[in-house]
């Protein structure tokens, strides 16, 4: 066996070495923003408008088969789609050699993934309220309230803080000038705020995620001085573009959902109107595409000048 060229490692010691292209990152994080999705889709589109019901309400041992998917597929494939990403942003690239402040780097992001798939268990909770509401016309109480809090609030208080928490750290941290996928970073970036948006509206938490969305915020702001505080350089990382459009279009999203639908009325419970939904986010989708283009072409030729 041929020994390696020892003269061609590199060391990695503070993950400031420019990142390499890579379309199995793209496609990973494609998956995470539409994967929530599957509930519009399936549950929406499927059972409340064209009526097969049994596709996400038949009930396995007290369970609806849409939480057996969440918790069986949904959720093992989020995890794996997760473990990918992280396992790219922090390496090692080829011929490389991480250092001890990337490995607590790249551990650390395992723990915020470890948590936050923890907190998908948890909401498992959920399909005790749901059998203790709709089977056995159990509404309060002691015991059903303490289901309850367990499942609206601590679930997706976990959920929420390391899954933000996940996306700023590889915000902040993913190797600089990762500058492939340019569109395509703001476009994944607009799905994942709306994903987000639908996502907490759902599990009736909004003003959660708008406390907790600032952070992506901040964290692209931590990138931006990463890059040597120069925009043009940094408008032009994958991350930091995802990571912007992200972080605007979620708090734009909610405001917009509140307004056109008279509140926060969850998806769910919309029955055969729930169609609005799935308009609501491809409009919001569009418009903001076209939005954050323009805005990309301004600062291009504005820095070009």
């Keep these: 066996m041929s020994q390696p060229d020892l003269s061609e490692i590199r060391f990695v010691s503070d993950n400031k070495i420019p990142a390499s292209e890579s379309k199995a990152l793209i496609w990973y994080l494609v ?3 539409f994967a929530y999705h599957y509930k519009v889709i399936v549950c929406g589109f499927f059972g409340n408008i064209l009526g097969y019901d049994w596709l996400c309400h038949t009930m396995i041992h007290g369970v609806t088969t849409n939480h057996w998917f969440e918790q069986l597929v949904y ?3 989020l995890w794996y789609a997760l473990y990918r990403i992280i396992v790219i942003v922090f390496g090692p690239q080829s011929n490389e050699i991480l250092g001890e402040k990337v490995k607590r780097q790249k551990s650390f992001a395992f ?3 470890a948590m936050y798939i923890y907190g998908i268990g948890i909401h498992f909770a959920n399909t005790i309220e749901i059998y ?3 089977e056995l016309g159990i509404t309060s109480g002691a015991l059903y309230e303490q289901v ?3 499942d609206e609030q601590l679930s997706h208080w976990i959920q929420f803080v390391f899954f933000f928490g996940l996306f700023a750290w590889l915000i902040i941290y993913d190797r600089l000038d990762r500058t492939h996928a340019g569109y395509l970073a703001v476009f994944t970036g607009l799905l994942h705020g709306l994903e987000r948006a639908i996502g907490v509206i759902e599990g009736d938490s ?3 995620a ?5 952070v992506i915020l901040i964290a692209c702001i931590i990138r931006w001085d990463r890059h040597d505080r120069d925009f043009r350089r940094v408008w032009q990382d994958f991350f930091f573009r995802h990571g912007l459009s992200f972080g605007l279009s979620m708090p734009v999203a909610l405001y917009a959902y509140q307004l056109v639908f008279d509140g926060f009325v969850q998806p769910s419970s919309m029955g055969r109107d ?3 939904v799935v308009l609501f986010v491809l409009v919001t989708t569009g418009l903001g595409f076209f939005l954050m283009v323009g805005l990309d072409k301004i600062f291009i030729k504005k820095y070009d000048n």
Excluded: E, H, K
């Design 206 to 208: 909004p003003f959660i």
């Design 210 to 214: 708008l406390a907790l969305g600032g």
């Design 274 to 276: 729930g169609w609005l």
């Design 111 to 113: 723990f915020l993934l």
């Design 75 to 77: 959720a093992p494939i």
């Design 31 to 33: 998956y995470v923003c």
């Design 132 to 134: 203790s509401r709709t």
């Design 148 to 150: 309850y809090w367990i």
